[in-house]
C-alpha cells in the first residue's frame, strides 16, 4: 500500500487491532474452560473477531500480520466446541498477538510494522510459512496461477495511486485500472471462477466512479478496496478449494475510506429501537477541545469581572445620584434660582442612567450564567469521553500472566477486580507498561515454583489480584500476590553489590524502608539476566509513571505470606479543583483532594522530635515543613519567627499527613494541568501548570510527591543513602579552602560561604546537616550566626561548630552559651580534632 496512504489509515487501524487482540486473547483463554462454563457463541464471535482483523490487516498490504491471523483462524477451525482447547494451542495463539501487538508499537512510532519470527511463530500455531510463493507454487496453486496474483497487485496498486491527491492523469490511470479489471474478469470466466469474476467486475465499477473525483470518488475507493480484498481471499478460495468452510462464508470485510478522520461503530439495537453510535475520536483532538473550552471559561472569568464592573459603576451612579438629590433640595430650600431646573434635569438623566446600568448589570449577569452552564456541560461531557473502563488495562495482562507464568514453569491464577471503574484514557495508556512490570515481578520474585509452595502448605498455584478501587477523586491500583513476600535482608544485599549505597548505609535502614529501595533504578535481585528479570529495569518505571501522573508508588510485604503493590493516581488528569496559595511572592496550585484543611499555628504548636520539625494537631505530631524549601523557592522568614501565628495547609494521602507552612490562601478555582513537557520532567514536585482565570500561569503541585518527600522513613532513606552535607563558613579563602578540603576527602559533601550573611542565605536554599564556622566575621559573625541558627525552628537542631583562633576562657563559654556545639581553636583542626568533632555530632551520618 502507498505509505502515505498507510500513514493516515493507520491510527484508525492500530486502535481497532489492539481493541480486537484483546478481545481474541480474552476469548481465546475462555476456550480453556469446559463448554458449560463458557460464555454462550464464545467460539463463533471468537471467529468473527479473527476474521475481521485478518481483513484489516489484508486491505493495507500487511503481510506478517495477515498471516498470523490466519493461522490462528486456522486453528480455531479444528477445536471441538465441547472440549476444552489445548494448552499448547492456547499458548501459540498468545505469542501471536503479543507478536502483533509489538509490530503495531514499531507502527506508532514510525518504522514499518513487521512481524518478528514469522516463520516460527507459524510453525508453533502449525502452519507453513507461505510468506513468498514461487512462480512455480503460484501456478500450482489452482486456475487463475500467477496471473491472477499479478492482477490483484496490479489493482491494489492502481488504488494506491488514484486515492492520493496528487494524480496527473487520473483518467488514463482509472482507464488502466478498468481494464485490468476486466482482464482478470476474463480469465475468471474462463475457469469457470465465478466469485473472482464478480468481484474483478465490481472493482471495474469502482474504478469507473472515482474518475470524476470529490467525495464520490472517495467513497467509491472505499468500495473497491471492500473488493479488492473480498478478491484476494477469493483468489485464495479458488487456489486452495480445502480452505474452503461452508461454516463460515467470507464477508466482506470493513475497508477505510480515502481520508478517514474517525471510525464510527454501531451498537446492538436496544430494546428502545435506537441505535448507540461511538465515534473514536484522537486524543489530540480532545485536548484541543479541552483548550477551547478553557479559553471559553476564562472568557466566562473576565466576563463576570466586567459584570462586577457594572454592578460598581451601578452603586457609584446610585451615591452621585443620592448626592445631586441632596444638592437639588438643599437649593430648592434656599429660595431655588436659575441653577435649581438643570439640576433636576440632571437628576432625572442621573436616574434613567442608573436603571439603564442596572439592566446592563442584570443581563450581563444571565448571560454569563448561561455561558457557566453551557461551558460546564461541555467540560463534563469532554471528561466523560476521555473516560474509559479499567477493563482495557486490565483484560491484557490475562495474556501476560500467561506467558510468564508457563515460560518460568509456575501456576498462576489471576483475579481482575475494578473492572468497570472509569479512567482517564491517558491514565489507562500510561498504565499499561507499569502493570505489567509489576505482573511479571509478582509472577517471578514474589510467587514460589509448585513445589516449594506445597512444602510451604500452600497451594500450588499461586494467586496473583490486580485490582483498581475508586477513592473518591482519585484511585488506587493494587497488585497483590500471596507468594513468600520481600526479602529486606537480601534486598540490602543488592544494594550494596549494584553500589546504590555502602554497607553501613544499607544497615541502617528500616524494613520499610529497604523494601521501598526496590523502586530504585538498576535494582534487580537477579544475577543472571532473563527474558523475565536481571536487567535492572522494571519496577523504577512504576513509580516514575506514578510521579509523572501526579501519584504515588508504594509496596507493602507480609513475610511467608505476600507482596502487596499500591499505586495511588488521580481519577483524571482533567480539570480538577485546586487551591491557590502564596509563598513569598509566588503562587501555586495545589490539587484540592488532597488538602484536608487550612489552618493556622501557634508559636506553642510546634517543636522538634528526633531532629525533625513537628506541629500539634488534634493530638498528634505531624512533619510540619515550610513548602517554599520543599519545592525549592528561597526561603522566606516563618511567621512564627516574629510571634505571628502561622497559617498552613495539611495535605492528607490515606494514612499520610503533612503540614506545610504558606503565606496565604488565594483563591479555589478549577485548573486544566498541562504537562511542563520533557525537560521537567525530573521535577518530582510539579504535576504540571495550568492558566488562572486572569490570565496568570501558575505551577501545580504534585502533592503526593510532597507527601512521599515528607516521610520521615522516606527523607532518613535518602540522607542516609548518601553522606550528610555540610557548610564551612569562614572569610579567609585560604582556611575555608583548607577546612573544605579536609572534609572532602572525609567523604563529606561541603557548601562554602564567606561570611555568616552569605551562610544564612545558603541555608536557605541548601539542607545542610551541620555548620562550622568562624567567629570574627563581617557583617554577621560567628556567634551571630550560631544564635540566630539556634533561634529558629527550622534550624535549631542543626549542629554548629565554631572554629577561632580566640582560645580564652571567656571565649569558649561566650561560644558555647551562644549555642555551639563544638569549639575549636584553628590549630586543632590539623591535629585532626575537627574531623572527630564532626563524626560525633553526626552519629547517624544521614540524619
Not at 488502466?176 to 473472482?196: I, K, N
Not at 491464577?413 to 505489567?436: F, H, M, Q, S, Y
Not at 508508588?553 to 485546586?578: H, M, N, Q, S
Not at 548518601?722 to 575555608?736: E, G, N, W
Request: proline share 5%; charged share 25%.
Amino acid at each position: 500500500m502507498d505509505p502515505q496512504l498507510l500513514r493516515s489509515i493507520w491510527p484508525v487501524f492500530a486502535a481497532e487491532t489492539r481493541e480486537q487482540i484483546q478481545a481474541i486473547g480474552s476469548k481465546v483463554l475462555g476456550l480453556e474452560q469446559p463448554a458449560s462454563a463458557r460464555e454462550p457463541d464464545l467460539l463463533p464471535s471468537l471467529k468473527r473477531v479473527v476474521h475481521s482483523l485478518k481483513g484489516s490487516a489484508a486491505s493495507l498490504g500487511l503481510d506478517d500480520i495477515e498471516r498470523i491471523v490466519h493461522a490462528i483462524e486456522d486453528g480455531l477451525s479444528h477445536v471441538d466446541v465441547d472440549q476444552p482447547i489445548s494448552r499448547g494451542s492456547v499458548e501459540a495463539m498468545l505469542r501471536g498477538l503479543s507478536a502483533i501487538e509489538n509490530a503495531l508499537n514499531r507502527g506508532d512510532a514510525g518504522e514499518q510494522p513487521v512481524v518478528e519470527g514469522v516463520s516460527a511463530l507459524l510453525k508453533a500455531l502449525g502452519h507453513e510459512d507461505t510468506a513468498a510463493p514461487t512462480s512455480d507454487e503460484a501456478a500450482s496453486a489452482g486456475p487463475l496461477g500467477e496471473d491472477g496474483l499479478k492482477a490483484l497487485v496490479a489493482l491494489e496498486a492502481a488504488l494506491s495511486q488514484l486515492v492520493s491527491p496528487k494524480v496527473e492523469d487520473r483518467a488514463g490511470a482509472v482507464r488502466a485500472a478498468v481494464d485490468q479489471a476486466h482482464a482478470l474478469r476474463h480469465s475468471a470466466e474462463a475457469v469457470q471462477a465465478d466469485q473472482v469474476a464478480a468481484l474483478a467486475e465490481a472493482a471495474a465499477l469502482g474504478f469507473t466512479r472515482m474518475e470524476e473525483g470529490g467525495d464520490a470518488a472517495g467513497q467509491a475507493a472505499s468500495e473497491v478496496a471492500g473488493a479488492l480484498v473480498d478478491l484476494r481471499m477469493a483468489l485464495g478460495v479458488v487456489e486452495d478449494a480445502g480452505a474452503v468452510r461452508e461454516a463460515e462464508p467470507v464477508k466482506p470485510a470493513p475497508a477505510p475510506a480515502a481520508k478517514p478522520a474517525a471510525r464510527a461503530t454501531a451498537a446492538p439495537e436496544g430494546r428502545s429501537g435506537t441505535v448507540d453510535r461511538a465515534v473514536r475520536v484522537s486524543v489530540k483532538t480532545l485536548d484541543s477541545l479541552a483548550l477551547q473550552v478553557e479559553h471559553l471559561v476564562s472568557g466566562r472569568s473576565q466576563q463576570g469581572r466586567r459584570t462586577e464592573g457594572f454592578r460598581s459603576l451601578t452603586d457609584q451612579a446610585h451615591e452621585v445620584l443620592l448626592h445631586l438629590e441632596r444638592a437639588a433640595s438643599q437649593l430648592a430650600m434656599a429660595g431655588g434660582g436659575p441653577a435649581l431646573e438643570p439640576l433636576r434635569t440632571g437628576v432625572g438623566l442621573m436616574r434613567t442612567m442608573q436603571k439603564r446600568l442596572l439592566e446592563h448589570a442584570k443581563e450581563a449577569h444571565r448571560d454569563g450564567e448561561q455561558q457557566s452552564l453551557v461551558a460546564q456541560v461541555i467540560r463534563d461531557d469532554l471528561r466523560d469521553l476521555r473516560m474509559v473502563p479499567a477493563s482495557q488495562v486490565l483484560e491484557p495482562l490475562r495474556r501476560t500472566v500467561r506467558e510468564t507464568a508457563s515460560r518460568l514453569g509456575k501456576e498462576v491464577t489471576l483475579e481482575l477486580g475494578g473492572t468497570d471503574v472509569r479512567l482517564d484514557r491517558r491514565i489507562v495508556d500510561a498504565l499499561k507498561d507499569p502493570l505489567v512490570h509489576l505482573v511479571r515481578n509478582a509472577i517471578d520474585h514474589g510467587l514460589e515454583m509448585p513445589a516449594a509452595r506445597k512444602a510451604a502448605g500452600k497451594p500450588e498455584t499461586g494467586r496473583l489480584s490486580v485490582r483498581v478501587e475508586a477513592r473518591g477523586t482519585r484511585i488506587g491500583v493494587i497488585v497483590e500476590d500471596d507468594g513468600a513476600g520481600l526479602d529486606p535482608v537480601r534486598v540490602r544485599a543488592t544494594a550494596v553489590r549494584r553500589g546504590l549505597m555502602n554497607q553501613e548505609a544499607a544497615d541502617k535502614l528500616s524494613d520499610t524502608q529497604a523494601a521501598r529501595l526496590i523502586f530504585q533504578p538498576g535494582f534487580s535481585t537477579r544475577d543472571e539476566v532473563t527474558s523475565t528479570s536481571g536487567r535492572g529495569v522494571g519496577l523504577d518505571v512504576v513509580l516514575a509513571t506514578a510521579q509523572r501522573l501526579q501519584g504515588s508508588a508504594d509496596v507493602e510485604y507480609t513475610p511467608g505470606k505476600g507482596t502487596r503493590f499500591i499505586v495511588d493516581l488521580p481519577l483524571t488528569l482533567a480539570a480538577a479543583l485546586g487551591l491557590l496559595v502564596r509563598t513569598g511572592t509566588a503562587v501555586t496550585a495545589i490539587p484540592s483532594d488532597t488538602v484536608k484543611r487550612v489552618l493556622r499555628l501557634d508559636a506553642d504548636d510546634v517543636g522538634t522530635v528526633a531532629g525533625r520539625v513537628v506541629a500539634r494537631l488534634d493530638g498528634e505530631q505531624l512533619t510540619f515543613l515550610s513548602l517554599a524549601e520543599a519545592i525549592g523557592l528561597p526561603r522566606m522568614p516563618l511567621a512564627l519567627e516574629s510571634g505571628r501565628r502561622q497559617t498552613a495547609v495539611l495535605l492528607s494521602l490515606g494514612e499520610e499527613r503533612v503540614l506545610y507552612a504558606i503565606d496565604e490562601v488565594v483563591g479555589q478555582q478549577e485548573l486544566v494541568v498541562r504537562s511542563l513537557g520533557k525537560h521537567l520532567r525530573d521535577v518530582t514536585h510539579l504535576a504540571g501548570a495550568a492558566v488562572l482565570d486572569d490570565g496568570r500561569v501558575v505551577p501545580v503541585l504534585n502533592a503526593p510527591e510532597l507527601l512521599r518527600a515528607a516521610k520521615p522513613d522516606t527523607r532518613a532513606a535518602v540522607g542516609e543513602s548518601k553522606m550528610p552535607r555540610i557548610l564551612v563558613c569562614d572569610d579567609s579563602l585560604t582556611t575555608r579552602f583548607a577546612m573544605k578540603s579536609l572534609l572532602e576527602i572525609a567523604g563529606y559533601p561541603v557548601v562554602t560561604a564567606s561570611d555568616g550573611e552569605e551562610a544564612w542565605q545558603v541555608l536557605e536554599r541548601v539542607h545542610c546537616h551541620l555548620v562550622v564556622s568562624d567567629w570574627q566575621m563581617p557583617r554577621l559573625d560567628g556567634v551571630g550566626l550560631a544564635r540566630r541558627i539556634k533561634g529558629h525552628p527550622m534550624f535549631r537542631r542543626t549542629p554548629i561548630i565554631l572554629v577561632t583562633s580566640l582560645d580564652s576562657n571567656e571565649d569558649r563559654a561566650a561560644g558555647l552559651e551562644a549555642g555551639a556545639d563544638g569549639y575549636l581553636v584553628k590549630r586543632e583542626v590539623e591535629r585532626g580534632k575537627l574531623l572527630e568533632l564532626v563524626r560525633q555530632l553526626l552519629p547517624s551520618s544521614a540524619a
